[in-house]
């Protein structure tokens, strides 16, 4: 090799500008569970740490841009934070901006946003996180990411998966929807690019020339070649900075710096980049394991679940009904916690161990009892606060809304016409004597004031005479003096043991209650009314006359079964429901059709059966026998052997609501397979618009790909995805695609959605597949994403246009129910917060101040009014931005947090 590059006018060419980023990417569980791989990352701090301490040349290690792995190890190692600290505020280890590495398209966007506030939090201990938005093996990008870092503070992030093949540069400008910028690093080769870099100076400079023609035309003259020295679990090489050294005299052709991600990107430029708007969700150049959406569907439930309970639910109610000083933080850290680990890209996508997704399953499982719990005591509140007695209906969403709800009245209460019984106690009085065993007994099975669903305690005394002692009980429908009956029991008990053969007269007084359906008339957004049954405008029919079709209607939606596939229109469009069960020889991360595919549309038989009759629900059952084949044999990869499978799908309609809600569940016993529901298009069409963080979405019907993952156009959508006039909202069914392709002169169309009810596999990775013939992991025989069990699916259907924002709070955001006994100073109605005109993504307390996070998903500019209330708009850190008082306009596709004074 020559000392120079040829020459250019006569001047030796520059040498090419090499960085070396060392660095590590762990995954915090994946093949193997958590604890183990803790064990290897205690290891590799424990020698970074020596390493950085004994070695000045060493300069800078990058802990892959997440704090988890710092409280994974100090967790382990405490008496090192300090060392940590120390190295961390000097430079030479980079921490952060994030907590965890995380999907984007499996979690919420507030999971993201607290990921990243909870990282930057964190980092703070250790001298400040790195400004960057790291991104180094997410599979893809959302939409609103740049606008997301934007609001952090950031300008550039770094990306491999999802770039699409328009991007032919190292780096490029990435735009979010509201026009919101960052320069995106693009690593061509991935994170991995100068993993095991050779100790020998003359091989280091050949691996460098090779990773410069690899890089080959994305780099233009004057760019820097970026090499990053590291990948999974790989620790720090101690003979990095000599090796580099040796490489810089010994050539010309290359001058290599060792030196951390931050001053790389400190030291380029941005002119001439190309630009790109929006998602990026490509396969052109890397795998972006399009199937990881429908792997391990109850995680996906999960997660939907969890996040629902705190965000929709926990957050908002104890922000605006309880004191300022009873904001629950350490508790809410503790749930969020649970959800931002389990955000990491190998847990939420279930790529993973079975040991792995049990854990995950916990962890959704924790923090979704915080938030229940956290919901219970935020409406205890709100009774104890109600001035006068009775029901009271909470509404935890910014909508005024009206809704269904199910509440116990006494059976000689009103509105009778507008609501529909679902159970009746017809009331118990009277008096009974007992012996002092059968009270004991009694006693002993008594959980509190409670004695049924419908029934409680309200009210307890004790007396005593010279004939006995006298326990008189008053019973109703709602939970009132659980400590009083507490208090009565220890009494009753003392004076049994002071007279142990006395006679216990009990006198019980039960009013008659009825457990009802009706719709509540209008609550006010973040308000709060007394429990008015509303007039129903469209109430529920359901039609069984035993010859024609069953029929659920309601004046706004017809539902019609057809007793032989056992699909049903709505509104006359036909082949809803039709359930295609066909085979899946893939993995964890991509969906692949075994070469003999055999499709089962059609059951052996359907039973229909009419249940709730009306008028404020109606419902029917549609009983389906299958035939499914039991599993893929490998050797042929063909379908073979069959199962028997029972499926029963009940369609719901409710009054004055145009959304038909669907419920699938069935015990799956096969194997290697994908259950999908087909769903027709009142109109063909080539596009869906579906829900991602902060904003929606527009998709075609193809994927870009290539011969190591081919282009499967399988989306995520988040709540909701609407396409040809219909909208479908569920519960965790994250994977949809555009099917039934019809070629018109106009292009092709879509006449079908087709949504992902299970898909079924047993191997981590697999080797020779269709759709991605390399691994993209170990090849590990799994049992659990098989699904073998119990599966349910929920979805919604609505062919009217609604709003799918309010079709979604419609389905997922229930109104509450509150039962409280008066004596409060809360009026009848009201309303604790008022924001119109945008979407509302959080509610919660900050520094004691409340805080509100709202987007507008719309292409136009909007007025957000706040209801006079006045405060600051703040970035993601807390720091001011904007005033604003009463009202604010907000940018097309735009996201602002706002604090209240």
């Known amino acids: 090799m020559t000392d120079h590059r040829p020459p250019v006018d006569g001047r030796p060419e520059p040498a090419l500008q090499v960085a070396v980023v060392p660095h590590t990417h762990w995954d915090r569980e994946w093949y193997e569970p958590f604890q183990a791989f803790r064990l290897r990352l205690v290891r590799l701090v424990d020698d970074l740490l020596a390493l950085l301490e004994r070695d000045p040349g060493y300069r800078t290690f990058l802990l892959d841009g997440q704090l988890a792995v710092v409280d994974d190890y100090l967790e ?107 320069r995106a690093e693009y690593l061509v080769s991935g994170y991995g690019n100068g993993a095991s870099l050779p100790d020998d100076a003359k091989a280091l400079i050949r691996r460098v020339g090779s990773l410069a023609e690899e890089t080959g035309s994305f780099l233009r003259p004057g760019d820097p070649l970026l090499v990053m020295n590291g990948t999974d679990h790989q620790g720090p090489q101690p ?12 050539q010309s052709h290359y001058e290599l710096s060792v030196m951390s991600l931050p001053d790389y990107l400190a030291g380029v430029g941005s002119d001439g980049l190309p630009e790109w708007t929006g998602e990026l969700r490509s396969g052109w150049r890397a795998n972006l394991l399009m199937g990881v959406g429908s792997n391990r569907v109850d995680v996906k439930q999960a997660a939907a679940g969890a996040e629902r309970s705190l965000e929709r639910v926990a957050e908002p109610l104890s922000a605006l009904f309880l ?17 931002v680990r389990n955000a990491a890209h190998d847990s939420i996508c279930a790529c993973s161990a079975d040991d792995v997704t049990r854990t995950v399953l916990d962890r959704y499982a924790e923090a979704r009892q915080i938030g229940e719990a956290l919901a219970d005591q935020a409406r205890r509140a709100i009774a104890v606060s109600m001035a006068a007695p009775g029901t009271t209906i909470v509404n935890p969403t910014a909508s005024t809304r009206s809704g269904m709800v199910e509440v116990v009245v006494a059976v000689e209460g009103g509105a009778e016409a507008h609501t529909q019984a679902l159970s009746e106690h017809t009331g118990m009085a009277g008096s009974f004597t007992v012996r002092t065993p059968a009270v004991a007994s009694l006693l002993g099975v008594m959980q509190g004031d409670r004695i049924d669903d419908d029934t409680f305690v309200t009210e307890a005394e004790l007396s005593e005479d010279e004939t006995g002692i006298v326990l008189r009980v008053e019973l109703g429908s709602h939970s009132r003096a659980a400590g009083r009956v507490e208090e009565v029991k220890r009494e009753l008990y003392s004076r049994l043991v002071a007279r142990p053969d006395a006679e216990v007269r009990i006198t019980v007084d039960h009013p008659a209650v009825r457990r009802v359906l009706a719709r509540q008339a209008a609550v006010p957004g973040f308000g709060w009314s007394s429990f008015a049954p509303a007039r129903l405008e469209h109430p529920v029919r359901v039609l069984d006359d ?69 008028p404020v629900r109606g419902t029917v059952a549609i009983h389906s026998r299958y035939r499914w084949p039991e599993r893929i044999d490998d050797s042929r990869s063909a379908r073979t052997g069959t199962r028997q499978v029972e499926v029963t799908t009940t369609v719901e309609l409710q009054a004055d609501e145009p959304l038909v809600r669907v419920h699938t569940r069935f015990d799956n016993p096969c194997r290697d397979h994908r259950v999908r529901v087909r769903l027709p298009l009142p109109r063909p069409s080539a596009t869906s618009v579906a829900e991602c963080a902060f904003t929606t979405v527009e998709r075609g019907l193809t994927a870009e790909g290539r011969t190591d993952e081919l282009g499967t156009p399988t989306f995520p959508s988040r709540r909701f995805v609407s396409a040809g006039g219909l909208t479908v909202v569920h519960d965790g069914l994250v994977e949809y695609e555009l099917t039934g392709t019809d070629a018109t002169p106009e292009g092709d169309l879509a006449t079908e959605l087709s949504l992902t009810l299970l898909r079924a596999t047993g191997m981590l990775s697999r080797l020779g597949m269709a759709t991605r013939p390399l691994p993209a992991g170990p090849l590990l025989p799994l049992e659990g994403p098989q699904m073998i069990g119990p599966v349910e699916a929920r979805y919604g259907l609505c062919l009217d246009g609604t709003d799918p924002y309010r079709l979604a709070e419609a389905m997922l955001d229930p109104l509450q129910v509150v039962v409280g006994f008066g004596g409060g100073e809360r009026p009848a109605s009201g309303s604790a917060l008022r924001v119109t005109g945008a979407e509302v993504s959080s509610v919660r307390r900050e520094a004691g101040a409340l805080e509100v996070r709202i987007f507008n998903p719309s292409d136009r500019p909007v007025v957000v009014d706040v209801g006079g209330r006045r405060g600051w708009e703040v970035d993601l850190r807390g720091r001011p931005l904007l005033p604003f008082e009463g009202r604010l306009e907000l940018r097309a596709r735009g996201i602002a947090t706002l604090r209240f004074a």
């Open 323 to 339: 004191p300022p000083a009873a904001w629950p933080a350490r508790v809410l850290d503790l749930a969020w916690a649970l959800v």
């Open 76 to 182: 382990v190692r405490p008496e090192n934070e300090g060392r940590l600290r120390a190295l961390a505020a000097a430079g030479r280890i980079t921490v952060g901006p994030w907590y965890i590495l995380m999907d984007e398209f499996l979690v919420s966007g507030e999971t993201i946003v607290r990921d990243l506030q909870m990282g930057i939090r964190r980092a703070a201990e250790f001298g400040g996180a790195m400004e960057v938005g790291y991104l180094p093996d997410m599979f893809g990008h959302v939409a609103q990411m740049p606008q997301l870092l934007a609001l952090a503070g950031m300008t550039h992030a770094v990306v491999w998966r999802g770039v699409p093949s328009a991007i032919d540069r190292t780096a490029f400008l990435w735009r979010a929807p509201d026009g919101s910028q960052v």
């Open 546 to 614: 035993g010859e024609s079709p069953v029929t659920l209607s309601n004046g706004l939606v017809t539902v019609v079964v057809d007793a032989g596939d056992g699909t049903f229109s709505v509104d006359g469009h036909a082949g809803f429901g039709r359930l295609v069960d066909g085979g899946d020889h893939g993995d964890t991360y991509n969906y692949s059709p075994p070469a003999h595919d055999r499709e089962i549309t059609t059951p052996e038989s359907v039973r229909v059966a009419a249940g709730e009759p009306g």
């Open 239 to 250: 003979w990095l900075g000599r090796v580099v050294s040796e490489a810089n005299q010994v």
